[in-house]
T-cell receptor, first 117, second 111 residues
């Protein structure tokens, strides 16, 4: 298993500003992902955070808007840049181990609830 | 791109009744996972299915993976109030490490 913490747990921000969300895992993991979940909706994958290289973004998400860092195997950050009210959402970090063949359950952090005014 | 739909979107049941949610992918899947998200919580892994036609049980929960590996179902027998939450399937295509989450089914159990 993996225990994940996220900071901050929630924030209220003004439009045009940026917020950096931190994700810390208690063990080294292979994969780290960032998701967005709007209230009552499903999870949408933003990007895969790659250790030591640029993140891999999904369609509709770009690095300028959502820069991601992953300096080591236990830590990643997601920045939401130049925020607008449409960015109001819950942002979730998830991790998975690929050590065991075939089983790659994802463990999710508690999420960061972002409100943009 | 790959899409994963779930039906129904919402389900209200009386405690003790059964519940089923269905998951359908637009493409053939390598495997499928199921997650439960309690209100205000984060998704928690329930199970992973890999083989065509696979059936797995966890106490009152029964999971099935379709023969064509494009659909799956979760059945809960005799629901309890602790089953309340949103159930998501998440499918992984061949040659990729990422999962696409289904639209989710929100279950409410009335005591």
């Amino acid at each position: 298993s993996a225990v994940i913490s996220q900071k901050p747990s929630r924030d209220i921000c003004q439009r045009g500003t940026s917020l950096t969300i931190q994700c810390q895992v208690d063990s080294q993991v292979t994969m780290m992902f960032w998701y967005r979940q709007q209230p009552g909706q499903s999870l949408t994958l933003i990007a895969t955070a790659n250790q030591g290289s640029e993140a891999t973004y999904e369609s509709g998400f770009v690095i300028d808007k959502f820069p991601i860092s992953r300096p080591n195997l236990t830590f990643s950050t997601l920045t939401v840049s130049n925020m607008s009210p449409e960015d109001s959402s819950i942002y979730l970090c998830s991790v998975t181990h690929l050590a065991r063949e075939g089983l790659n359950e994802q463990f999710f952090g508690p999420g960061t609830r972002l409100t943009v005014l | 791109g790959q899409q994963v739909m779930q039906i129904p979107q919402y389900q209200h049941v009386q405690e003790g009744e059964d519940f089923t949610t269905y998951c359908n992918s637009s493409t053939t899947l390598s495997n499928i996972q199921w997650y439960k998200q309690r209100p205000g919580g984060h998704p928690v892994f329930l199970i992973q299915l890999v083989k065509s036609g696979e059936v797995k049980k966890q106490k009152r929960l029964t999971f099935q993976f379709g023969e064509a590996k494009k659909n799956s179902s979760l059945h809960i027998t005799a629901t309890q109030t602790t089953d309340v939450g949103t159930y998501f399937c998440a499918g992984r295509g061949s040659g990729t490490y990422k999962y696409i989450f289904g639209t989710g089914t929100r279950l409410k159990v009335l005591a």
